[in-house]
């Protein structure tokens, strides 16, 4: 598993979990993002939160991927 670890930008204050890593993985399908909030490999602030989870600029967002889930392009 691969961690990842994104701070939630200002334009994403008081938006929900699940727009945040849209906006963070863009290549990372919708259903590998439902996947993962059911296996609670997301947390916020090290607290495992459900998808409609509100964030706030500033906060720590950690991702939990499978190694084959992730691809970075080039």
């Not at 090290?46 to 906060?59: E, F, L, T, W, Y």
């Amino acid at each position: 598993m691969q961690k990842k670890e994104i701070v939630v930008p200002q334009d994403y204050d008081g938006k929900k979990a699940s727009d945040c890593l849209r906006f963070a993985f863009p290549g990372l399908p919708e259903s590998m993002i439902r996947k993962l909030f059911t296996a609670r490999d997301i947390r916020l602030d090290n607290i495992r939160i459900p998808r409609d989870q509100a964030v706030r600029s500033g906060q720590l967002l950690t991702v939990f991927l499978p190694d084959e889930s992730f691809r970075e392009d080039p």
